[in-house]
């Protein structure tokens, strides 16, 4: 258990409307170690998302245990939260979520910069994993004068910046087409294990979570091992 | 996150690519407002500067030390040379003035007579701030008379013309009439005078008030009770805080050398002698700045409507860099960085238009008036009456040219409250993003 960076047990979490009480996650359990990867399957609104935002620290939870590294989310106050997320989290979304105002480079400059590290590195930074992504060209370019595709690699240089130990990835190939997905599932199990970070995916593709080291499927509020 | 990471994210947001429209106008809104707070400031402080200078120059000097209407000449003289000698006094004249009546062929006014030291005209304030438009700026005979250009104006006189002076008798002075007034005192002496002159101090008010005659003339009709002897002194710099210490060595050197009458509340600064009119002139343009002002504070809760706005519109984004770490305090800092940067651009941007407009505002007012009087002649031949020029400034109540004095210590000062004044309106949009929810957000999209 020790060498676990991910481990949530009993992961309970509720959303309440006035209507009813949806039962989300209904005693989430799962180990992960460092580099490894895991792909997380499921119906759409079965909480993958949910998972993924409480594993990132965007989202509380009603009840059971979260660690990531050194970081017990279960009883992290509220302003810890940013310096775990910024330290220790990288996020692909679905919809890449590029600030519309700034370029590429800039975009994966940003929580390098926003993090404490001095512009010209976080610039240099921002450059190198341009390149590595195939964006290299590309890197002044505004988020609107990019295809999806390059969106979405942009997105994973940005999620790279800061060397993050766990990168969770929503949907990052749901919203593209068959070549674009398989360049970013190239790039999804290609640079992480460079960077040795751990990886969680939400997806529906099959063939994205086929690559993964651990593959779940979220059913009922529970994970369970394909 | 360091304060440069929030500027660079402020600035970016707000003129990147994709900047809004909002935010240009709350920039525009604020460059806007202080147009009129500049050119307010400028050209009030000139008109008061311009106006005060004329008064102290010609008409008050920069320290006044009252003497009693007995004091003959050489005595006079001599309390003006030891004046003279005072540390700091540059030159000192003798003045005896009272008031009178000028009647002309078609028309009479009153006016204040003012008999000077010949040196007077000579000096280097008067000569600057008093023109002579026609004949000798001195009267120097007995029957020689300079009037002010507006005196003359509503006297209907002009060079050579003879006038009447009526003044009170020695003894016997104007009472205040009135149904069943006692008139038994009223004696008034008749004077005949040449106009030898006609001068203009540029202003109105003085040029509608002034009869200049010789000190001859002076010794002979103003000795009348309420007629009002002084020695009149000029220092360099009128404005020094050594005005202070300077009006103590005159009263000094005055009380050694007239012990009988002297007392220092006699000498007064020029500030004093016309407390009322700078009073009044300070009173105005508060007033005016305060009124401008409310228009600088409008345009400030504009930027905050036009910032909360920029909130919204940037929802997602704030959403994004809360995902990637910013915490609430970073949040706010930026949105606070907005407000600064648009503050200040508006600020640069107005602080520019109202000191170039200010720098021109004597040749824009000819340009208005130009332009004007073609519409008004256009207007009037299609009418077939006669057109009268217009005038925007009538030198008939203001200077005949806007002097500029700007200071820009004031101008700092309210680019400071500008500036500071749209950050702290900023502070409320700025509370809005730092509470926006990251996975509401995401959700949501």
Redesign the interface.
């Given at each position: 258990m020790s060498d676990s960076i991910i481990s949530c047990r009993n992961l309970i979490k509720n959303f309440e409307s006035q209507a009813e009480i949806l039962h989300v996650l209904r005693g989430v359990d799962l180990e992960l170690t460092p580099g490894s990867s895991c792909s997380i399957m499921g119906s759409s609104g079965s909480g993958k998302s949910t998972l993924l935002s409480i594993i990132g620290g965007l989202e509380g939870f009603d009840s059971g245990e979260v660690t990531v590294g050194s970081y017990a989310l279960h009883s992290l106050s509220e302003k810890e939260l940013p310096k775990y997320r910024s330290c220790l989290v990288g996020f692909v979304f679905q919809f890449h979520y590029l600030l519309k105002d700034f370029s590429a480079l800039e975009n994966v400059a940003l929580p390098a910069y926003m993090n404490g590290v001095p512009r010209k590195e976080a610039w240099a930074r921002a450059e190198s994993l341009l390149e590595k992504v195939g964006m290299a060209e590309r890197k002044d370019h505004f988020p609107t004068e990019l295809s999806g595709g390059e969106r979405q690699r942009t997105a994973i240089a940005r999620a790279l910046v800061n060397a993050p130990s766990v990168i969770l990835a929503d949907e990052p190939t749901g919203n593209l087409d068959a070549d674009n997905a398989q360049a970013i599932q190239e790039l999804m199990f290609g640079l992480p294990a460079i960077s040795g970070a751990t990886v969680i995916l939400a997806t529906h593709d099959p063939r994205l979570a086929e690559a993964a080291d651990k593959r779940f499927f979220l059913s009922e509020g529970r994970l369970q091992p394909l | 996150?360091?304060f440069?990471?929030s500027f660079?994210?402020a600035a970016?947001?707000l003129l990147?690519?994709?900047?809004t429209g909002g935010m240009a106008g709350a920039i525009l809104g604020i460059g806007i407002s202080l147009v009129p707070i500049v050119l307010v400031l400028i050209v009030s402080d000139g008109m008061i500067e311009g106006i005060t200078r004329r008064y102290m120059e010609t008409k008050t000097y920069h320290l006044q030390v009252a003497a009693p209407d007995s004091m003959a000449g050489s005595d006079a003289e001599k309390g003006r040379v030891a004046l003279s000698a005072v540390p700091g006094v540059q030159a000192a004249y003798i003045e005896k003035n009272g008031s009178g009546v000028v009647v002309s062929a078609e028309a009479s006014n009153a006016v204040m007579l003012r008999s000077v030291s010949p040196e007077f005209f000579v000096d280097p304030g008067v000569s600057q701030y008093l023109r002579l438009i026609e004949g000798k700026a001195r009267p120097e005979g007995k029957r020689d008379i300079v009037l002010g250009s507006s005196l003359a104006s509503v006297l209907h006189v002009k060079l050579g013309d003879s006038l009447t002076v009526i003044t009170p008798n020695q003894q016997n002075e104007f009472t205040a009439g009135g149904i069943g007034a006692d008139f038994s005192g009223y004696a008034p002496r008749l004077s005949f005078f040449k106009v030898t002159g006609i001068v203009s101090a540029g202003y109105r008010d003085l040029d509608a008030l002034w009869a200049f005659i010789s000190p001859e003339a002076g010794e002979r009709l103003l000795n009348y009770p309420s007629s009002y002897s002084f020695f009149g002194i000029k220092v360099a710099d009128p404005y020094s805080n050594s005005l202070g210490s300077i009006k103590e060595s005159v009263s000094g050197a005055m009380e050694s050398l007239y012990p009988d009458w002297f007392d220092p509340y006699l000498t007064r600064t020029w500030p004093e002698v016309e407390r009322s009119l700078y009073r009044s002139f300070g009173t105005t343009k508060s007033m005016l700045l305060f009124i401008m002002g409310i228009a600088l504070v409008v345009a400030a809760v504009n930027l905050g409507s036009s910032l909360s706005t920029f909130v919204v519109e940037h929802s997602?984004?704030i959403?994004?860099?809360?995902?990637?770490?910013?915490?609430d305090s970073?949040i706010r800092q930026i949105f606070v960085g907005a407000g600064f940067i648009t503050g200040g651009l508006g600020t640069i941007l107005g602080i520019l238009a109202g000191l170039i407009l200010s720098l021109n505002v004597n040749f824009l007012i000819s340009g208005i008036e130009w332009i004007a009087n073609i519409f008004d002649s256009g207007l009037a031949y299609i009418k077939g009456q006669p057109s009268v020029a217009l005038k925007l400034l009538d030198p008939e109540y203001y200077l005949e040219k806007i002097p500029i004095s700007i200071d820009f210590a004031q101008i700092a000062l309210i680019a400071a409250l500008s500036i500071a004044l749209s950050a702290v309106v900023s502070l409320i949009p700025a509370r809005k993003a730092s509470r926006i929810s990251?996975?509401e957000l995401?959700?949501k999209?």
């Open positions: - | 996150m360091t440069g990471a660079f994210i970016r947001s990147g690519r994709k900047r997602m984004d959403a994004v860099l809360r995902g990637m770490g910013a915490t970073a990251v996975q995401i959700r999209s």
